[in-house]
């Protein structure tokens, strides 16, 4: 294997030094163009190609950012990283992926290999374990331009991109309710993150707004996974008045309530809906689809990009904490997908 070539190589080629090398090749003034031409030739002739990270760093700026999500094998995040990356690239920037595993220590260190690889900038979707969020208002006060998306923390004045959770699960529980159900239950997510704590109060205002008294048995804390959507549906099918429905928080946990439906020979959606919240590519998959709230993530993965870009080229202040929010739309695979907007 051949070493890569360095302006010392060159230099040395020539009987000259590396800073002329360099000021050469980056077209400096003070070098004739004969002598720019005789290193430009000798350069291609020795294959030699510039370090555009170190290049980059003497500017200023990487030209990378750093992205964290909580894991690459849900299809949500991998699609917001399909738009975050789709306008980087575009703008000129290489996407750096690291992920926590849902973990707060792995999210920390995911944040101190960024700070070491000195990317520009870095967008963040908080591990559901994560409950100390001293790492990020770190980076942040460090000048390392910082953003939220899908997973926020509200008054630690970072920025963030979400979708309106809260009417995403109104929307949900009314079409539930809409269907007939009246016995609703709802399958949660940790409190300690927004994103689940709008999405059961979503839940718990579409029921007082239909007159349906909202049962503190029907709402079961969940963990965001299919286990958690087996063994919380198992629980309301002990109860003496079982639901006739269950909005999960998100799709993985409604996949849960519907295995688990099935091992006890409960007809869906005949005798029992089930919606979830993220439009997983599995949903349509399954027997029978799954209703589910579409969180138009490649337009997540560009929103977050932009206002990420905005903070970089100070265009905002990195001070008082900005939200960027839209609404969801319902998917059902009954039906056409209605925009909510």
């Given at each position: ?5 360095t ?7 020539l009987?000259t030094?590396a ?22 030739d000798?350069?291609?002739r ?92 770190a ?7 910082i ?31 809409g ?37 503190e ?49 409960v ?7 089930v ?17 589910t ?12 990009f ?19 929010c ?16």
């Open positions: 294997m051949s070493l890569k070539v302006l010392a190589d060159i230099a040395r080629k009987n030094t800073a002329t090398v360099s000021r050469a090749l980056n077209g400096d003034p003070s070098i004739s163009e004969k002598m720019k031409q005789k290193i430009r000798t350069a291609r020795m294959h030699y190609k510039p370090n555009k990270i170190a290049s980059s760093l003497r500017r200023g700026h990487s030209g990378i950012i750093g992205v964290i999500i909580p894991s690459a094998e849900i299809n949500f995040f991998g699609s917001v990283v399909h738009g975050i990356e789709t306008l980087a690239n575009t703008n000129g920037y290489n996407v750096l992926i690291y992920q926590s595993n849902e973990l707060q220590e792995t999210e920390v260190k995911g944040i101190e290999t960024f700070l070491s690889a000195r990317v520009d900038g870095i967008l963040v979707s908080i591990a559901k374990e994560t409950t100390d969020y001293s790492h990020f208002t980076a942040k006060d460090s000048g390392i331009p953003i939220f998306f899908d997973r926020s923390k509200d008054k630690i004045g970072i920025h963030s991109v979400v979708i309106d959770d809260f009417k995403g699960a109104y929307l949900a529980t009314s079409h539930l309710i269907q007939g159900y009246k016995r609703i239950a709802h399958i949660s997510g940790p409190q300690h993150l927004a994103i689940f704590k709008n999405r059961l109060k979503g839940y718990q205002k579409a029921l007082k707004d239909a007159g349906i008294p909202i049962q048995e029907y709402i079961i804390k969940g963990n965001v996974s299919v286990e958690s959507g087996r063994s919380a549906t198992a629980q309301l099918l002990q109860l003496k008045k079982k639901p006739d429905a269950v909005f999960a928080v998100e799709d993985f946990t409604a996949l849960g309530v519907i295995k688990e439906l099935k091992e006890h020979h007809r869906i959606p005949e005798d029992f809906g919606i979830g919240f993220a439009n997983e590519s599995f949903g349509e998959y399954i027997t029978p689809a799954l209703s709230m579409d969180q138009q993530t490649v337009e997540m993965g560009k929103h977050s932009e206002l990420l870009m905005k903070l970089m080229n100070n265009e905002i202040s990195g001070h008082k904490e900005q939200k960027s839209w609404n969801p739309c319902l998917y059902c695979g009954n039906q056409a997908c209605v925009r909510k907007q």
